[in-house]
């Protein structure tokens, strides 16, 4: 199985910026999309943004031009570098990855990291 590991949370003000990591360990074979979603309270969770293994983005509207994911595939680590942070980004962030092996996909989430953005 995968394992993911979320760094990076915290509590900044509106206008600040985060830099959230994930790093991906155990039974690697062939990582497909990365991204990272988000749930805030009373609400559900939504897709902030993903990247492919070829670099392909996208995007919630509501974080474009503010937020860039990325990725480097040696370090099975995908990045979610938030910038311009309001109080409505505050939530808890999940990273997952998409993995094949053989014809099979796999979904894989991570614990969670708080981010909250307020004054």
């Known amino acids: 199985q995968v394992q993911l590991v979320e760094s990076g949370g915290g509590l900044v003000q509106p206008g600040g910026s985060l830099r959230l990591s994930c790093a991906a360990s155990?039974?690697?074979?062939?990582?497909?999309?990365m991204g990272w979603y988000r749930r805030a309270p009373g609400k559900e969770r939504e897709l902030v943004a993903t990247i492919t293994s070829v670099g392909y983005t996208n995007y919630a509207d509501s974080v474009k031009g503010r937020f860039t994911i990325s990725r480097d595939n040696a370090k099975n680590t995908v990045y979610l570098q938030m910038n311009s942070l309001k109080p409505e980004d505050t939530a808890v962030y999940y990273c997952?990855?998409?993995?094949?092996?053989?014809?099979?996909?796999?979904?894989?989430w991570g614990q969670g990291t708080q981010v909250t953005v307020s004054s």
């Open positions: 155990g039974s690697i074979f062939s990582i497909n999309t």
């Open positions: 997952n990855v998409e993995q094949l092996q053989g014809s099979k996909r796999y979904n894989y």
